[in-house]
């Protein structure tokens, strides 16, 4: 059998606490300052956010010569706590490599060999997956959905009134983040169903048998985390799928590079 880190020595309870106290420190010091980084800018952060709307706002009131854009607020602290949300936001992703690195550090020592070996790639996929999801929903997503409802504004006619779009400022960035995190947690489908592999609790097989019900599945997760709009559901739904069928190839690698260890240590 392979040797831990810690070449079989074993820490104390009390040392186990001392160590979390001291990553969860580094960690919490890190988001701190990512903090207080990202809400200096913090408005910058939200314009850049609100961007895929001001874009389109601005193109159909200049074409129907409708009223300026603009985005509302109905509480005086409703745009500072905005602020706060974003600028927390945005430290928490930056910092996330670093909460990652302290896991692992923390980790790692109690890990033989080859669960560091098998282990240590899923961290580092885990970050990159993440960012994908957001991308997508943000540069792809966004544009389709906000096009969709802005649909449902019409001008003033006879005998009718304008219904013209008034954006509140915190139930849009509510919107955005439940949205970009959302398509972010359901890009780790491989990092899960590989780490599941992996353990056993999950095959191949067993995966390729059940596609048909894992669709059914994709479809009513992109219902739920999605705005109801079908484009959004099948741009969600599609990468799913996509996803589900490479974490059956994934554990296929893993099964197999599982018995030819075993294989070898049977040797």
Known sequence: MAEAIDDGKKMPLLDHLIELRKRLLYSLVALLVAFLVCFYFAADLFDFLVKPLADLLIERR???EGSAPRLIYT???EVFFTHVKVAFFAGAFITAPIFLTQIWLFVAPGLYRNERH???PFLVATPILFFIGGSLVYYVIFPLAWEFFLAFEQQADTGTLPIELEAKVNE???LVMKLIFAFG???QLPVIMTLLARVGLATSEGMAKK???AIVGVFVVAAIFTPPDPISQVSLALP???LYEISIYM???VEKKRAQEEAAETA
Do not use: E, M, Q
Request: net charge positive; hydrophobic share 60%; aromatic share 20%.
């Open 75 to 77: 509480a005086l602290t």
């Open 211 to 213: 596609r048909k019900y």
């Open 251 to 253: 554990a296929k690698f």
């Open 62 to 64: 200049a074409a129907d």
């Open 240 to 242: 799913i799928i996509l």
């Open 172 to 174: 849009y960035l509510s």
């Open 118 to 120: 098998a282990f240590g």
């Open 185 to 187: 947690l359901c890009f």
